[in-house]
């Protein structure tokens, strides 16, 4: 029987095929933004293969034994960032007596602090949130940020300026 090939392993074959040229015709400022992205996104891969081998207390192909729970398959993940959006499969795992959920992709989120962080100072000098949203596309060469998120963003900025702007200064004061 021939063992399922890992998705890190997907992301490792797609790095070692660009980095043989098989992505030829490519611009040296495309050709760099594609290997950050393969790179982080076989990095991302592998960590969560890790963490899910941790959470069940044994490796890809080794026997279940005594432990509870097993793998079940990958839910499709996406990760905005500066460079693009990165794809990654997220492990699941089922038979456990509490739901699996990863730390790890909790803790990244969806869209990155970088990312952000450059919506927020594009919102703040002007540009509108749909030239925000348009400004990224053309700077990364393919849609990356939806209005919404520029919206949701600029609207979290508000409500961190009205906190701020209407806080209690009299502790503040007495310090």
């Given at each position: 029987?021939?063992?399922?090939?890992?998705?890190?392993?997907?992301?490792?074959?797609?790095?070692?095929?660009?980095?043989?040229?098989?992505?030829?015709?490519?611009?040296?400022?495309?050709?760099?933004?594609?290997?950050?992205?393969?790179?982080?996104?076989?990095?991302?891969?592998?960590?969560?293969?890790?963490?899910?081998?941790?959470a069940l207390g044994r490796?890809?192909?080794?026997?279940?034994?005594?432990?509870?729970?097993?793998?079940?398959?990958?839910?499709?993940?996406?990760?905005?960032?500066?460079?693009?959006?990165?794809?990654?499969?997220?492990?699941?795992?089922?038979?456990?007596?509490?739901?699996?959920?990863?730390?790890?992709?909790?803790?990244?989120?969806?869209?990155?602090?970088?990312?952000?962080?450059?919506?927020?100072?594009?919102?703040?000098?002007?540009?509108?949130?749909?030239?925000?949203?348009?400004?990224?596309?053309?700077?990364?060469?393919?849609?990356?940020?939806?209005?919404?998120?520029?919206?949701?963003?600029?609207?979290?900025?508000?409500?961190?300026?009205?906190?701020?702007?209407?806080?209690?200064l009299r502790q503040e004061?007495?310090?």
């Amino acid at each position: 029987m021939e063992k399922k090939i890992a998705p890190s392993e997907h992301k490792a074959q797609a790095l070692r095929a660009l980095l043989q040229g098989q992505a030829e015709g490519q611009s040296g400022k495309e050709f760099l933004s594609l290997l950050v992205r393969l790179s982080t996104e076989r990095i991302l891969q592998e960590a969560l293969a890790q963490e899910q081998a941790e959470a069940l207390g044994r490796g890809r192909y080794e026997a279940r034994g005594e432990k509870v729970g097993y793998r079940h398959g990958y839910e499709k993940g996406t990760l905005k960032t500066g460079e693009g959006v990165l794809h990654v499969k997220v492990p699941q795992i089922r038979g456990q007596a509490d739901p699996y959920r990863s730390q790890l992709w909790d803790n990244v989120g969806q869209t990155s602090e970088v990312l952000k962080t450059l919506i927020v100072e594009m919102y703040v000098g002007g540009m509108s949130q749909r030239d925000s949203e348009q400004g990224l596309e053309k700077a990364v060469g393919h849609f990356l940020v939806s209005q919404s998120t520029v919206s949701d963003i600029a609207e979290s900025l508000a409500e961190e300026y009205e906190a701020f702007r209407t806080r209690d200064l009299r502790q503040e004061l007495v310090a």
